[in-house]
């Protein structure tokens, strides 16, 4: 048992999803609680919903290009909430289309482990008043549950940032040309960026509209000092970190101001 609450603690985040799920794993302890693995049920499938609620916020999921109101209050559905959790305002179809990946089969798993988590928590000769060996193998049933659930969410989450990346890898690197680093004008009467390198950048997050980026790499200058015979030019690097963004309908259109680039100069007045 202990094995199965660990592989579940990278899943939760606050302090409130932490707590309440210390607290249904209390409820496999009441062993003079007859409805101690209803309890524990359904409250892991509570905390479930608020992962999921936390994944995919209501207000995030209502502003995508591709939400349509199905219920009679508005609100997302799960199946949404789910799409939403895996590539956010990303469309199926630019999912499918440009980054050739087919998540449907996924979103099926998922509802299917969801479905099988509630049905854990109805009441019945099967379920009540059960010995504690029982209680703990259905507790590990449910657990599984609620692993599959998030543990697929975070693949495939992983794997369309790890797509999206590479699809705009070539954008990016060509953004930093040398008229993005004015930052460096301070070390030199004149300072030429020759180049720069782009080292790595990561795909931070996948929202509503935005694709959220940051990143790092080096420039490489030349300082220029006086004039004529008295002319001295060195030549030197700096790292420099940066965050931008693109929309979420033009993945490829990589807005990036020069307030979000820090080169760190640092190093030359060591």
């Not at 995919?56 to 209502?62: G, I, L, R």
């Not at 980054?99 to 099967?126: C, G, M, P, R, W």
């Not at 935005?210 to 015979?229: A, F, M, P, R």
């Not at 008295?230 to 990589?254: G, L, R, V, W």
Request: proline share 3%; net charge negative.
């Amino acid at each position: 048992m202990k094995n199965k609450i660990d592989q579940i603690q990278p899943y939760l985040k606050t302090d409130f999803e932490k707590e309440l799920f210390k607290a249904a794993v209390a409820y496999i302890e009441k062993t003079d609680d007859p409805l101690r693995f209803n309890s524990f049920s359904a409250s892991m499938r509570e905390l479930s919903r608020h992962l999921l609620s936390r994944l995919a916020p209501d207000e995030e999921v209502k502003k995508c290009s591709w939400f349509i109101v199905e219920t009679d209050n508005g609100a997302p559905t799960r199946k949404q909430r789910i799409i939403y959790a895996i590539q956010g305002g990303l469309t199926t179809k630019f999912v499918e289309d440009e980054l050739y990946i087919d998540a449907s089969d996924e979103v099926k798993d998922i509802i299917k482990s969801i479905n099988l988590l509630s049905k854990f928590t109805h009441v019945n000769e099967k379920t009540f008043n059960i010995s504690q060996s029982k209680c703990e193998s259905m507790s590990e049933s449910v657990i599984d549950s609620f692993i599959q659930i998030f543990g697929i969410i975070s693949q495939a989450r992983k794997e369309i940032k790890s797509s999206v990346h590479d699809y705009i890898t070539d954008e990016l690197m060509g953004i930093f040309i040398s008229n993005t680093f004015d930052d460096l004008d301070i070390l030199s009467s004149q300072t030429i960026p020759e180049s720069s390198a782009l080292e790595e950048f990561e795909i931070e997050d996948i929202n509503s509209d935005k694709i959220l980026i940051s990143g790092y790499g080096y420039v490489e200058v030349s300082l220029n000092y006086g004039k004529g015979d008295d002319a001295t030019e060195i030549n030197d690097s700096f790292p420099y970190e940066f965050k931008c963004y693109s929309e979420i309908n033009s993945p490829k259109e990589i807005i990036i101001h020069k307030r979000d680039i820090q080169v760190d100069t640092s190093s030359w007045y060591e």
